[in-house]
């Protein structure tokens, strides 16, 4: 009889977060496909979990495959883990998973910590649906393109990305979406947990270097067909002179930002901070 696929949510920093059904998984099957052993094994010398592990990542998951189904087929159980969260979900083991299921194995997912479900329940933004939409392309033009199909997206979204394209990304962003309200949580369950939310420009103004992956919740457009109140020419530029001269923004940005808000054209924000500034 063909033995059992785990699919276990792993804590994605406090260690305390894993679940009591996940330690007692990891413990009985026969063997962990771990996306970086070095990190699970973190883990299981905190829980003194004594399974071998091995390694399955993006780059051998292919040539790993068969020889875990081969063992699943010979009726050995597994458990497949990533380095944090929950497996397969913009991480690695959906190859492993497949086959399984072709091969009429079981599978069964151990659900816990998820860095998406945590920055959503902490933002108060997306309660009553978001979409996720994992991690943006790593290139420049690739992002502004992927950024701008979501543009019209009517549900919150949710997405990762790396500390070292962080910035590039929220310009971007401001550029594709407009100076929309954003929960960034960073580190999130662990000692310097950050979740803060603002609008885009305000982040790219405040924002320091720092380790750990972004979680980023993204509030949905304004509705469209609202009525539009324009603003005083006093009030947009006190609100553009403290962008650029407080908050760092560029000129181009920070009239971004102000069309941004207010819902109007960027040539009426320039219009009404040149008429300020006369």
Same mark, same amino acid.
């Given at each position: 009889?063909?033995?059992?696929?785990?699919?276990? &949510?792993?804590?994605?920093?406090?260690?305390?977060?894993?679940?009591?059904?996940?330690?007692?998984?990891?413990?009985?099957?026969?063997?962990?496909?771990?996306?970086?052993?070095?990190?699970?094994?973190?883990?299981?010398?905190?829980?003194?979990?004594?399974?071998?592990?091995?390694?399955?990542?993006?780059?051998?998951?292919?040539?790993?495959?068969? /020889?875990?189904?081969?063992?699943?087929?010979?009726?050995?159980? #597994?458990?497949?883990?990533?380095?944090?969260?929950?497996?397969?979900?913009?991480?690695?083991?959906?190859?492993?998973?497949?086959? &399984?299921?072709?091969?009429? %194995?079981?599978?069964?997912? #151990?659900?816990?910590?998820?860095? &998406?479900?945590?920055?959503?329940? =902490?933002?108060? %933004?997306?309660?009553?649906?978001?979409?996720? $939409?994992?991690?943006?392309? @790593?290139?420049? /033009?690739?992002?502004? /393109?992927?950024?701008?199909?979501?543009?019209?997206?009517?549900?919150?979204? $949710?997405?990762?990305?790396?500390?070292?394209? %962080?910035?590039?990304?929220?310009?971007?962003?401001?550029?594709?979406? =407009?100076?929309?309200?954003?929960?960034?949580?960073?580190?999130?369950?662990?000692?310097?947990?950050?979740?803060?939310?603002?609008?885009?420009?305000?982040? !790219?103004?405040?924002?320091?270097?720092?380790?750990?992956?972004?979680?980023?919740?993204? @509030?949905?457009?304004?509705?469209?067909?609202?009525?539009?109140? $324009?603003?005083?020419?006093?009030?947009?530029?006190?609100?553009?002179?403290?962008?650029?001269? %407080?908050?760092?923004?560029?000129?181009?940005?920070? #009239?971004?930002?102000?069309? &941004?808000?207010?819902?109007?054209?960027?040539?009426?924000?320039?219009? !009404?901070?040149?008429?300020?500034?006369?």
């Amino acid at each position: 009889m063909p033995g059992t696929l785990y699919v276990v &949510a792993t804590p994605i920093g406090n260690l305390e977060d894993v679940t009591l059904r996940a330690l007692r998984i990891l413990r009985e099957v026969s063997v962990i496909a771990a996306e970086d052993t070095r990190r699970t094994s973190r883990l299981l010398q905190h829980y003194s979990i004594s399974t071998p592990t091995t390694s399955l990542h993006e780059h051998n998951e292919t040539a790993r495959t068969p /020889g875990l189904i081969q063992r699943l087929l010979a009726g050995e159980s #597994i458990a497949v883990v990533s380095d944090a969260g929950t497996p397969v979900v913009s991480d690695p083991g959906a190859g492993l998973v497949a086959a &399984a299921h072709a091969a009429g %194995i079981r599978v069964e997912p #151990i659900p816990g910590p998820s860095a &998406a479900l945590a920055a959503i329940s =902490g933002s108060g %933004i997306g309660g009553d649906g978001f979409l996720f $939409v994992g991690f943006p392309p @790593s290139k420049a /033009g690739a992002r502004r /393109g992927w950024l701008s199909s979501l543009a019209d997206e009517g549900r919150p979204f $949710v997405m990762y990305e790396a500390p070292h394209r %962080i910035r590039a990304t929220l310009e971007d962003m401001l550029v594709a979406l =407009g100076d929309r309200t954003v929960a960034l949580g960073r580190e999130l369950t662990k000692a310097h947990e950050q979740l803060v939310v603002r609008p885009i420009s305000e982040h !790219l103004a405040k924002m320091s270097e720092g380790r750990g992956e972004f979680t980023l919740v993204v @509030s949905p457009p304004v509705e469209v067909g609202l009525t539009v109140t $324009v603003p005083s020419a006093g009030d947009v530029g006190r609100e553009f002179g403290r962008l650029t001269e %407080i908050d760092g923004l560029s000129r181009r940005e920070a #009239i971004r930002s102000l069309a &941004a808000k207010y819902g109007i054209k960027a040539r009426q924000a320039y219009n !009404l901070v040149e008429e300020h500034f006369k």
